[in-house]
């Protein structure tokens, strides 16, 4: 496998429910990320790991819960969401060396909220 | 904070030249990025401009003036294949630090 995998590509789940999105790079790159893109509107960053470290929160709410157990591998932890959740979650990641780098992105999962 | 401008919308037919626009607000960043997602897909990388000027890859060119916080995209000979959104997006100057992205432009291509 080659670039960034995530799993599942598509989810529905209920407002009581526990589930993880899984996101893998094969690229050898030492950031990660995970955005939240909805309808009209843009890439929203919510975490990043540099370094297997969270660098960046941007105020998410605590129902997500993101897990870098090592620097291929991010999770997404979700608990108790809400309709207005539902989104395409997409993980990136990059080789961060202080200079501004291409992000290559996984191709989302499509998350349904109900 | 960061913030970003770019139209919401372009059509344009085949062969033709279009330019989306971006303007954005930062106190500090490495360069402009553009990236184009097509429906369904993830968001892959187009351009990348570090320094002012213009840098040309192919049909697509990207322009940054720092001084005036703007950029551009430059799609030449338009294809049908080129209908997707394109976004600006702002490279942190710190390490760990990720793309900031604008709301994104719908390009729209006509036979």
């Known amino acids: 496998e080659t670039g960034v995998t995530q799993t599942p590509r598509h989810l529905v789940m209920g407002m009581t429910n526990k589930k993880s999105l899984k996101c893998e790079q094969h690229?050898?790159?030492?950031?990660m990320y995970w955005y939240k893109q909805s309808a009209k509107k843009p890439l929203e960053l919510m975490f990043v790991y540099s370094l297997e470290e969270r660098v960046e929160n941007n105020s998410v709410p605590s129902r997500f819960s993101p897990e870098c157990p090592n620097s291929s591998h991010l999770f997404l932890h979700l608990h108790t969401l809400q309709p207005e959740d539902s989104a395409l979650y997409l993980c990136a990641s990059s080789q961060d060396n202080g200079a501004g780098a291409e992000a290559f992105f996984g191709q989302g999962t499509r998350l349904t909220v109900v | 904070g960061q913030s970003l401008e770019q139209p919401s919308e372009v059509t344009a037919v085949e062969g033709a030249i279009v330019q989306i626009n971006c303007t954005y607000q930062?106190?500090?960043?490495?360069?402009l990025s553009w990236y184009q997602q097509h429906d369904g897909g993830a968001p892959t990388f187009l351009s990348y401009?570090?320094?002012?000027g213009l840098e040309e890859t192919g049909r697509f060119s990207s322009f940054l003036s720092r001084s005036d916080s703007y950029g551009y995209l430059l799609l030449q000979e338009l294809q049908m294949k080129d209908s997707a959104s394109y976004f600006c997006a702002l490279n942190g100057n710190q390490a760990g630090t990720a793309l900031i992205f604008g709301k994104g432009t719908t390009l729209s291509v006509s036979s």
């Open positions: 930062t106190s500090g960043f490495y360069g």
């Open positions: 690229l050898g790159h030492n950031a």
């Open positions: 401009n570090a320094l002012d």
